[in-house]
Every structure is written in C-alpha cells, then in structure tokens.
C-alpha cells in the first residue's frame, strides 16, 4: 500500500545511545534492537472507523521509538499493515450500505492524513490484508502440511473436506510465553476479543482461526487447495512481519489489547513457519480512556483525531497532549490534556523565538536520555520545559548561547516529532 509523506527530521549534534524498553513478555527492561539494523513490527488499523486517540497515542509510541534508534545511529526497518478485510470492517459495511472497498480506502486515506497531520514516519513496509491474501494462504498450506494445523468442518458437510483451517496449539511448546497468562486467563480474553472457542470440531477452544471458508455474500480469494476464502488476522500479521522484516525482528507492537490473542498467536504462527522465533520482545501502548471507559470503536467514545483538527486544533498540540503520558500507561483524554498542550506548545514557541537562549547541550542530553529509558517522554518534555522557563524568565539572568533555540527546536522536532 501507499505510505504517507515523511516528515523532515532535522540532525542533532551527536548521537544517542543504546535504547532500552520494557519488554511486556518480561517486565525486564532491555535494549531494544541488538544489531545495527533496528527492526520494528507495529500492527496497524482495521480501516472501518478513523483514526481516534487510542490509535494515535500507540502509533507516537513507536513512531518515539524509531526516532530514538535512527538518532542512536540504527538503520531502522519498521513494517506494518492493514487489515483492510475483516469481520468489523464487513459489518460496519453491511450496516451502513457501503462497499466495504470503499469504506476500507476511504478510512485508510484518512487514517494517512492523521497520521501526516501529527508528524508521524510512515513505516517503511505496509502491507495490506487484502493484498498479502495468496502469501498468507501459502503461509496456511505450508502449516497444513507441517501438521500444524487442521481442517474442522461444518457438521453438515459443507465444507465437502475442505473447511475453516486452524492452528493446532499443542505442537508449539512455547505457546504462553508472550503474555505469561494462565489457560483461564487465555480462555477468557480469548473469548472476550474476537475468538472462537465454543466453535464445534477444534481440538482445542484456544486453537485460532487460519483460513476462513467462503459465506455466502462474504468476500473471498482462491487458496488453492484450502479452498475460498480469507486469512485470519494472526496469521496474517505473521506472514507481513516475516516478508516485511525476516524472522526474528527485534520489537513487535501495538496496543496492550493486542497482546493477548493476537500477538500470542502471531508469534506462535511465527516460531512454526520458521521453526524459530518471532518477534524478540514485545512492548505495549496502554489503553486511553474517555468517561471512566476504554475508547473504543465498540463502545463508540471515540475522540477522532479528524474531528479535532478539523474543528481547528494544532496537530502538533495534539501530539504534545499525548506525550504529555508515558505511553505504556492508562490515562484517560480530557479537555484539560489539549489546554496544557496548548500552552505548552505556545510557550515552546516564544522560548525558541529568540536569537540566543540558555545553552541546550544538557537539554538535549536529558532529552536522549529520557526516550532511551523505555520511551520517556514526560521526562523529555519536562526537560524541555525547563529550558523554556529559562529562556522566557524576563529578568534577563538567563544566560545566552547564540544557536541555542535552534538546537532545542531540532532537539524537539527529531525527538518528539513536535515541530514548533
Ligand atoms: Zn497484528
């Protein structure tokens, strides 16, 4: 698929160090990325409602961590997708009359103009589901054949022996190592986020959904011997990652709603297509809350980033409101969050407006040092707040270094992505 246009990153002098994150399967904070090429795996939009601020706030977490690993010195490689055919984005579909074709480009176009809007890179692989459809199928036919999976079919027969595939579980030993759940755990969420597990003829209710068989009035492609049909979304964020990254890439990312099933069952998909491993470590955005309630499509509290810029808002005092909270936290969106950013962003301004200012060698020191420890971005602008204060203090005691104000305003568009 087509990206958006990147955003300019500006040089800084010198260079940050190693970045380290906390890699959820763990708790443990770890460096990142261990060679000199840095690679990413964030999972993308299901392109059926636009771009709200739970999706804004976890594409700024990576799109952090990519802008500390390149001022790190890495080359950085950073995939994603999108699930441009899906059960959500087929019934919002049916329910509003619209081809799900259109309604799947319509809000990928959007989801590109929010993600442009808030200074965002875009990834350097994106791949859609519907144009990934015959290497996933692959991907499931080489399962099939490695005994990794099985047919169920439908107890009228209908399948005529080539029914829904699935992936057997138990070959993989390592299931359970992503999210560290118990089986309870595991049945429960499973059941809570899209999976299947009172479906008759699985050999397990956790085994996950590979090749959906064609419904009447669904969308389908030729699987060759699996049949028609569609992937399922494990798999095909397994196979994306694996063409886009080769296995095993460094970080796979997204929001802490993804960490069980989808990535638990990606990764597994993963190890058995290559008998490996997939992603190193995972890391995880926390979920933003509107009300006392997670905002989400389903719940319809939706705080859309198109909305608020086309009511007039500064994109990048959006991007500060989100930065204002550490991303692997819960917070909740409040009026109050856009009015601090606001005034901070205005006072970032008037402090980088100056010929000279304080000297910014510490500023941007702290700054580095704030994103290398898990992505610390309250830390960054709190250190960007305090050269600010001194830069604006009108007592005339600041000291001033000629160029300063320019550091600090790259410092800030490099690092943060807020450009002033
Ligand atoms: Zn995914």
Known sequence: MLTWPPPQIPRLPGRGGPIRVRDTSTGELVVAATGHTATVYVCGIT???????GHAATYIAFDLLVRSWRDAGHSVRHASNVTDVDDPLLERALATGVDWRDLAIEQTALFAEDMTALGVIPPDVYTGAVESVFTVAQAVRD?????AAYRVEEP???GHGRGDVYADLSVDPDLGQVAGLDRDEMLALFAERGGDPARAGKRDPLDPLLWRRERPGEPSWDGGELGSGRPG??????VIARDGLGLPFDVQGGGVDLRFPHHEMSTSHARLLDSGQGARLHMHAGMVGLDGEKMSKSRGN???VSRLRALGENPMAIRLAI???HYASDWEWTDADLERARARLDRWQRAVSGNGGPDATATLAAVRTALSTDLDAPAALAAVDAWAEDALRADGTASTAIGAPGVVARTVNALLGVRL
């Open 47 to 53: 392109p059926y409602d636009a771009t709200h601020l």
């Open 143 to 147: 399962l099939l054949a490695a005994g």
């Open 156 to 158: 009228d027969g209908t």
């Open 233 to 238: 979304w494990h798999i095909e964020c397994a």
């Open 302 to 304: 939706l705080v859309l």
């Open 323 to 325: 930065l204002a909270h």
